[in-house]
């Protein structure tokens, strides 16, 4: 579907975290697409706000103002060799799906992770969510690999899928 023209997007603030963790939020406790189980308390949220920054934007999307999205970019693993690869997260307002919020975010993280060096964007996405892969899909994101059975919310089984998308740039970072 079209987006709609009065969204726009912009990196995240402080601010913007009781927005982010409300709409987060509703996933925990009505989706599968996230694996996390009881919600995020704002502590928390404020710590995984405290571990992005320039390498690991976080970005918001708005509609007249408010917050109806956001995607981040984020540190894929620990280890250092894994420093050139990050993993995307993109959750939009339940009532505003449909309207192209989500691939103006998650073309914008892409842009965001090439300009930034990065040579990989992992999606890891619950095997139930079409809408999800659908996206990812659309923007060359390739699947690699299915984790069977390694999460169990709501009283179910779930299959994580891994999607890749690989970044044109040097071949050493």
Not at 141 to 153: A, I, P, S, Y
Request: hydrophobic residues 40%.
């Amino acid at each position: 579907m079209a987006q709609d023209s009065s969204t726009s997007l912009r990196p995240a603030t402080r601010g913007d975290l009781a927005d982010i963790n409300e709409i987060y939020n509703h996933y925990v406790l009505h989706s599968t697409c996230t694996y996390q189980e009881t919600p995020e308390t704002m502590a928390g949220r404020r710590e995984w706000f405290g571990r992005h920054g320039d390498e690991h934007p976080v970005v918001v999307a708005e509609i007249d103002g408010r917050v109806v999205g956001w995607g981040s970019l984020s540190a894929f693993h620990a280890r250092s060799a894994f420093r050139r690869t990050v993993e995307d997260s993109i959750y939009i307002h339940p009532e505003l799906h449909g309207r192209g919020i989500g691939s103006l975010v998650l073309r914008d993280l892409v842009r965001r992770a090439r300009l930034l060096g990065h040579r990989a964007v992992v999606a890891a996405i619950e095997a139930e969510q079409p809408a999800s892969l659908a996206l990812h899909a659309r923007f060359q994101f390739e699947h690699v690999g299915r984790l069977r059975q390694v999460g169990f919310k709501f009283g179910r089984w779930l299959d994580l899928i891994y999607l890749e998308l690989l970044l044109p740039g040097p071949e050493t970072a």
